[in-house]
């Protein structure tokens, strides 16, 4: 996928028309590339491997617009401009900031002196927002940054035009985040009815066991974090839910723990903002997520006394 300079990307996924009548109309769909797992974003990476230099300002954009609203958000690559400011002052602002969901491998980067001031400048310049913006990878003066929803996404592209130039990115690209051939789901199912969505979701988690925990992860071949099985499941579904487990207790009908289905989301870790932790119940006490700490997809028991202990309630998102 190529890279074009900031302005005319935007032009070309956000045309003012479209902007108004369809806001979620906005991602290139160029053939899927799947999300990198953390794992490899963590590994000694030179600059160009977030941006390639030789390739800015490139023509085109390949694809036309995805209009389907439950799309993953695609990631943004961005090409900072030269900056001028502290860096060391700019870091610790940037490890500061809530809204900026750092992965181990782009906080280890920034902490170490390893990120430009530009770039540091630029994810400063991004801060404003009530969701979380992840921010996957930043070296030098490239940065791989996602938003939860392509609403969102929506907005930030328009924010990122409105920076001063000696802000303002010289040029990004999208990478469409999709499910590849190891995706047994085959592709988007026709919405259910009632509790048949649950049912369905629950049968459809189950497939993802074992695949790896992979930070801000939301496809089968990429890894998935909690709140990214939950998102890729129900969009299947025809059901959009965010990409962070606080925004999801809040996307749909509060369910008591004793009328809980298969299907129903379940909430863990109270956070200053809200639930850290999310899972998918299946019956039986039981519930299948997936665990930080270097684990996999599993089902664990709701009776497992650190799950009782931490439990924050329920949410049945297509209610």
């Known amino acids: 996928m190529r890279w074009v300079p900031l302005v005319a990307a935007v032009a070309v996924l956000v045309p003012a028309a479209a902007a108004e009548a369809r806001p979620l109309d906005l991602l290139g769909a160029a053939p899927p590339a799947a999300s990198r797992s953390l794992d490899a974003a963590a590994a000694p990476a030179s600059d160009d491997d977030v941006v390639a230099s030789d390739s800015l300002d490139k023509p085109g954009l390949r694809g036309a617009?995805?209009?389907?609203?439950?799309a993953l958000p695609p990631m943004i690559d961005l090409r900072a401009a030269p900056g001028s400011g502290d860096a060391r002052a700019l870091a610790r602002s940037v490890l500061g900031v809530r809204r900026l969901a750092l992965s181990p491998a782009a906080r280890a980067a920034i902490a170490g002196g390893r990120v430009d001031a530009g770039a540091l400048e630029l994810l400063l310049a991004l801060r404003r927002g009530t969701a979380p913006l992840l921010v996957f990878k930043a070296r030098g003066r490239g940065l791989r940054v996602q938003e939860t929803t392509?609403?969102?996404?929506?907005?930030?592209?328009?924010?990122?035009?409105?920076?001063?130039?000696?802000?303002?990115?010289?040029?990004?690209r999208l990478r469409p985040v999709a499910a590849s051939a190891l995706d047994v789901g085959g592709g988007t199912v026709k919405p259910a009815r009632g509790t048949e969505i649950g049912a369905r979701a629950a049968s459809m988690a189950s497939r993802y066991l074992g695949i790896p925990y992979v930070w801000g992860g939301a496809t089968p071949a990429g890894g998935f974090d909690c709140s990214g099985l939950m998102l890729y499941v129900y969009a299947e579904l025809g059901v959009p839910l965010s990409h962070y487990a606080a925004f999801q207790f809040h996307e749909?009908?509060?369910?008591?723990?004793a009328e809980l289905l298969p299907g129903d989301l379940v909430f863990f870790h109270p956070k200053a903002d809200g639930p850290g932790h999310v899972g998918m119940y299946i019956g039986d006490a039981q519930f299948?997520?997936?665990?930080?700490?270097?684990?996999?997809?599993k089902v664990s028991s709701l009776s497992e006394p650190s799950y009782q202990r931490l439990y924050m309630g329920a949410v049945r998102p297509y209610a």
Do not use: K
């Open 252 to 257: 749909g009908a509060r369910i008591p723990a």
């Open 65 to 70: 617009p995805d209009t389907n609203p439950f």
């Open 288 to 297: 299948i997520h997936a665990p930080p700490t270097r684990d996999v997809v």
């Open 150 to 172: 392509l609403a969102t996404t929506q907005g930030t592209l328009t924010r990122l035009t409105g920076l001063p130039a000696a802000t303002a990115p010289s040029a990004l």
